[in-house]
T-cell receptor, first 113, second 113 residues
């Protein structure tokens, strides 16, 4: 099984709540990613971190705030979300931010009420 | 930025037949093209990838072809089996953009026994 884990697996929150998604990789990789997967839409890259530095913010609203305290952990802090933010949020990691296979976590299914 | 179109969105084949999924990309500088398979309720997993310095790559029943001039690439699955039923995503990236993958919209493949 892949070495990328995500918690929680399911999350239901109100629009005024604050919650965080957690991702951890046990592969010794140096790059980590957040993706959003909505029904009937392509996987959307949200953020890229390389060696704990954010190298990509793909025009994501500020109500999503990433944090990468070290190369093994990645968080996505959520606040004042909208119902249209309901989706599967996938974390991935790769050896580095050059062209390498990305290994995905199982995702967090987020529902915003 | 890069734009990746994927067709068809759904594909139903009889077990044993072949399946072909096609993707086009817009950025002529893209040079890495992975294919991911996502089974129902599971995480996306890389099944094959191709770089721009080759035109074709094969791994058992799966092959990918790349036409750089026309900016399209295709996934070929031969002798399909029920376990090939899944959603398949193509993606493209270029080295200068780091490992920022732009995904196609996905193809839901159903293999009928």
């Amino acid at each position: 099984e892949t070495g990328v884990t995500q918690t929680p697996r399911h999350l239901v929150m109100g629009m005024t709540n604050k919650k965080s998604l957690k991702c951890e990789q046990h592969l010794g990789h140096n790059a980590m990613y957040w993706y959003k997967q909505s029904a009937k839409k392509p996987l959307e890259l949200m953020f890229v971190y390389s060696l704990e530095e954010r190298v990509e913010n793909n025009s994501v609203p500020s109500r999503f705030s990433p944090e990468c305290p070290n190369s093994s952990h990645l968080f996505l802090h959520l606040h004042t979300l909208q119902p249209e933010d309901s989706a599967l949020y996938l974390c991935a990691s790769s050896q580095d931010s050059l062209i390498h296979e990305q290994f995905f976590g199982p995702g967090t299914r987020l529902t915003v009420l | 930025g890069e734009n990746v179109e994927q067709h068809p969105s759904t594909l139903s084949v009889q077990e044993g037949d072949s399946a072909v999924i096609k993707c086009t990309y817009s950025d002529s500088a893209s040079n890495y093209f992975p294919w991911y398979k996502q089974e129902l309720g599971k995480r996306p997993q890389l099944i094959i990838d191709i770089r721009s310095n080759v035109g074709e790559k094969k791994d058992q029943r799966i092959a990918v072809t790349l036409n750089k001039t026309a900016k399209h690439f295709s996934l070929h699955i031969t002798e399909t089996q029920p376990e090939d039923s899944a959603v398949y995503f193509c993606a493209a990236s270029r080295r200068a953009a780091g490992n920022k993958l732009t995904f196609g919209g996905g193809t839901r493949v159903l293999v009928k026994p």
